[in-house]
């Protein structure tokens, strides 16, 4: 049998009664010394109940006058004379002359239980308290404060100088008329069979860190303080640290409690680090001068023979198994009790104004969580499993006599409903939704928090009554857990005085409440593009450029690096790598871009911050070659570059970069180099646009600069969420691929952007294909001067000939009608109307008989289901196809592979479902020459 303890407190007296699961001393006296008259009378209670069925007897009687319960000796214990007795009593207060038991942990904790069980302190007592140990030796544990810390540091030093077993209390006191449901709450599990004394040291660190990125380091200096040789422990870091450092970056909170020792530290110094490490070092010593009682030595009841002597009709109830459920289910309690907290500190700031609240957008897999099963009396009565349990402890010879658990009777009556919220679904199961970004959303979120906590607590009684609940599976699904409650909270962030005035919300302010995931799409994307057309970071020559993305690969959910363009694979060793993400955060907003060039040869590049930082690349010497200024509110942001790179000569093998091209979000556009670029062959053009799905804008560049020039090149964006927030709205272009579209067009859509400013961010011009060689001859086209926000198709016709799509109709809902290219009624080779949203697009080209020329063979769709997504099943996908049968699918009877091909989705960003609202382009006599998708959303 495991031995058994409990925090000491002043209540406590041997033989009394104890449960050892809430931790809560019961009858006084239920075990009495072993005295020559209670002997007699157990002998006496033995033969009067021998054959009884009843559950008691008669009690045994009172202890005799003169046996005290806290200092009782052995009567059996003779002394010759008076002197001798105070002698032994003189040797006793002499605790230095004994051995010590020492133990000292040191060790980071994430869960309040793991404190909790190293103190020896009831879960259950501290979820019914709603204080660490019931406002007893735990009640200096800020749960709040450890919850909202990064590190928590739990040192401990245990001193156990003697052990008093009182073998003499070993008889156990009947009282009459005590039934066997009310034999838990009178006597307990176990009854106080002695003391340990000595002392004990806890403390508890916590530090909230200012800056996330140190966390690890912080918690290394922390752990090389205090694991020490000197002490027990190992130096598991290395002891240099700067704690100057380490005191400014963090925010430490040190909670002590000990018990024995005396003054353990100087009163006139307060608890720091190296004082709380000294006073730990010499603490044993101090216990064996001052050493108090620190533990209560607990015992079964089945472990007296008295007990089984006297044939008791009752099996106390066995709590070993409930002690890892228990301490999940305070880990629970105290996230609630911190949520609870978090939810009033909230409602105080939206209600001052210091704050901004939207609603919150948990994923599909925690709605699936959401669903919390009612606890009707009648399903726990059915259970079988519960009622197993309530026989346990019980053989089938103890059933024949009656024998019954503690805590079988009346078991329904136990049950306490808590009033359930949300949906009611079949079989009593409730479906948790998310909470209304509003006042009355946060006062139901109190609420809902509130009847969890109780659910816990009411769980807990049914424990403390039915301890075999501990090994019920599906007691988890009683009430709803913490971390999907808080995901299901409105988002809360604090507002600066600044903003507050303007009314503007800051997506990178602090959050006070709720849970805002990272985009789990976004998440699993490397922090490098390598596209198809640049380099592979494995082919370069030297590691110093992949050294510096792996410094920072844990900002990708906030940044992206795109694309390494120019020399590559000869990198000289002497190159300087530079790259802005080192220093980027969300206060850098680009103002100004300037370039130096020298004929066709990119030589420097720098952009000017609004916080008045800067940042160069390669040589910047002298007048900038080009400028561009963008508006100080803040409106404009780069969302387009292009980089040319191509041969120093052209016999030459090594690449420069030739030219830069960048545009504004106001299609303001600056173009440098390429003064020479003719001059020599295999120019490549590798352009990068931020317009995607997410809001992302130019903040910087990355690569190598050598000679004094830049050799290699690559782009830097960043999620729009600048601090402070500029006051002027972002303008975003109506097209992904402004720059790869010819003049023409270009100039079109600026003037379509003029006259139709409703269209901004509600429609977008998506990646075109081109096919080649480009006409001379041909004609613009583009369904946004026609269309308006309401038009959504119904028909979409083909025509073709010879394998090459030709023409296109389009049937609007509102029965309007556009046509492309070089449609005609007779030339139309098929149609399909469309049932729900086009939400995915590819386009291909094919290659004509001579091998020199491509067009246009292939234009397909994918459906949305009815709520816009597309189908997650293949069985379930819609599509809708234009094949055609070129020359090359002829020849081999085979699809042929494609020359080049555009895959687009619909867009997600802003609210509504995004399709395909028509197409924009260009034609010649015989074929589309360009050909691109119209997204709409709405």
């Known amino acids: 049998m495991a031995q058994l303890l409990a925090p000491y407190n002043n209540s406590m007296r041997l033989g009394q009664g104890f449960n050892s699961y809430t931790q809560q001393t019961c009858l006084d006296k239920a075990v009495l010394p072993d005295t020559t008259e209670n002997r007699k009378q157990l002998k006496e209670r033995i033969v009067i109940s021998g054959g009884s069925k009843s559950l008691v007897g008669e009690g045994v009687g009172p202890v005799k006058k003169g046996v005290d319960s806290e200092d009782s000796e052995d009567p059996s214990a003779s002394y010759e004379n008076q002197s001798q007795r105070n002698k032994v009593r003189t040797i006793e207060v002499h605790p230095w002359v004994k051995p010590q038991i020492v133990t000292y942990s040191s060790k980071f904790v994430d869960k309040l239980s793991d404190v909790t069980e190293a103190m020896n302190i009831s879960g259950s007592l501290s979820i019914k308290t709603a204080t660490i140990g019931g406002k007893a030796n735990g009640s200096y544990v800020d749960s709040d404060k450890f919850k909202s810390s990064d590190i928590n540091f739990h040192l401990q030093v245990k001193v ?101 020792g005396g003054s353990i530290k100087d009163p006139g110094d307060d608890w720091t680090i190296s004082s709380l490490k000294a006073a730990a070092a010499a603490f044993p010593e101090l216990v064996a001068v001052t050493p108090q009682r620190t533990y209560a030595i607990l015992t079964k009841y089945t472990a007296l023979a008295s007990f089984h002597e006297q044939n008791i009709k009752v099996t106390p109830l066995d709590y070993e198994n409930a002690g890892i459920y228990t301490g999940s289910l305070l ?103 998310v909470f209304s970004p509003s006042f009355a959303g946060l006062i139901l979120a109190r609420k809902i928090c509130r009847f969890e906590m109780s659910k816990i607590v009411n769980e807990v009684d049914l424990v403390a009554k039915h301890p075999k609940m501990a090994s019920d599976t599906t007691r988890d699904q009683y009430f709803l857990p913490p971390l999907v409650f808080k995901q299901l909270l409105p988002v809360v962030r604090s507002l600066t005085a600044e903003n507050a005035k303007l009314g503007i919300k800051d997506p990178n302010a602090a959050l006070l409440l709720g849970y805002v995931p990272p985009n789990r799409e976004d998440f699993r994307l490397p922090p490098v593009f390598v596209l198809s057309e640049s380099q592979d970071l494995r082919k370069c020559g030297t590691t110093k450029l992949q050294d510096s993305i792996d410094r920072v690969k844990y900002r990708a959910e906030d940044y992206r690096m795109q694309g390494v363009v120019g020399e590559f694979e000869k990198i000289n060793s002497n190159a300087e790598v530079f790259n802005d993400l080192e220093r980027l955060n969300s206060t850098w907003r680009p103002k100004k871009f300037s370039v130096w060039n020298q004929g066709d040869q990119i030589l420097g590049g720098r952009i000017d911050y609004a916080n008045g930082e800067k940042n160069e690349y390669g040589e910047c010497k002298g007048s900038p070659a080009k400028t561009l200024e963008l508006e100080p509110d803040g409106s404009e942001v780069i969302v387009e570059v292009t980089i040319r790179s191509g041969p120093k000569s052209s016999n030459s093998t ?3 970069i030739v030219g830069l091209t960048v545009m504004t979000s106001k299609y303001n556009v600056i173009h440098a180099g390429d003064k020479y670029a003719g001059e020599v062959k295999d120019i490549k053009t590798f352009r ?140 139309e080779t098929w149609r399909c109307d469309i049932k729900s949203p086009l939400v995915i697009c590819k386009l291909a080209t094919g290659k004509s008989k001579d091998d020199k020329s491509t067009y246009i063979e292939t234009l397909e769709f994918i459906m949305s289901d009815q709520n816009g997504k597309v189908p997650e099943w293949l069985l379930n996908l819609s599509t809708l196809r234009y094949l055609g049968d070129g020359e090359a699918s002829k020849a081999t009877g085979q699809a042929a592979k494609p020359d080049s091909q555009v895959v687009e989705s619909a867009p997600t960003f802003g609210s509504g479902v995004w399709s395909v609202r028509g197409f924009y382009g260009e034609h010649d006599e015989t074929q589309f020459t360009q050909l691109g998708m119209i997204w709409g959303r709405g």
């Open 160 to 260: 156990t100088n003697q052990i008093h077993d009182a073998d003499n209390y070993n008889i156990f006191n009947v009282v009459p008329n005590i039934d066997a449901t009310s034999f838990p709450e009178v006597y307990g599990d176990s009854f106080i069979s002695g003391w340990e004394e000595g002392g004990e040291l806890n403390a508890i660190i916590s530090m909230k860190v200012t800056d996330k990125s140190k966390i690890f380091s912080v918690k290394a200096g922390l752990e090389a303080q205090l694991s020490t040789a000197s002490i027990g422990g190992e130096v598991k870091a290395q002891a240099e640290i700067d704690k100057n450092e380490q005191s400014s970056d963090t925010e430490t909170t040190i909670t002590v409690n000990w018990s024995g």
């Open 331 to 433: 880990d629970a309690y105290m996230d609630y009790k911190s949520l609870w907290k978090q939810i009033s500190q909230a409602t105080h700031e939206l209600e001052s104004g210091r704050a901004t609240i939207e609603i919150a957008r948990p994923t599909e897999e925690i709605y699936e969580l959401a669903r919390v099963k009612a606890i009707p009396a009648n399903e726990i009565m059915g259970n079988k499993q519960l009622e197993s349990s309530s026989k346990s402890g019980s053989s089938d010879s103890n059933a024949k006599n009656n024998k019954g658990n503690a805590g079988d009777a009346n078991l329904k009556s136990s049950v306490q409903l808590v009033p359930a919220t949300g949906a009611k679904l079949p079989n009593e199961v409730t479906q948790f939704t």
């Open 654 to 656: 090594d690449h420069k």
């Open 688 to 827: 990068w646009s931020a317009h995607d799905d997410s809001q992302w804008t130019l903040r910087g560049f990355f690569g190598f600069k050598f000679d004094g020039a830049i050799i290699t090149m690559g782009v830097i964006w960043g999620k729009d969420g600048f601090v402070p927030v500029p006051t002027g709205n972002i303008t975003m272009p109506l097209c992904k691929d402004f720059l790869g579209l010819s003049k023409e067009m270009q100039e079109k859509i600026k003037s379509l952007s003029n006259r139709r400013a409703n269209f901004i961010r509600k429609f977008l011009m998506g990646n075109p294909i081109t096919t080649s060689p480009v006409p001379k001859n041909k004609t613009i086209f583009n369904a946004l001067d026609d269309i308006d926000l309401h038009w959504k198709i119904q028909t979409i016709a083909f025509s073709s000939k010879e394998g090459k799509l030709i023409g296109i109709k389009v049937i609007y809902q509102n029965q309007e009608e556009l046509t492309h290219g070089r449609y005609t009624p007779q030339n």
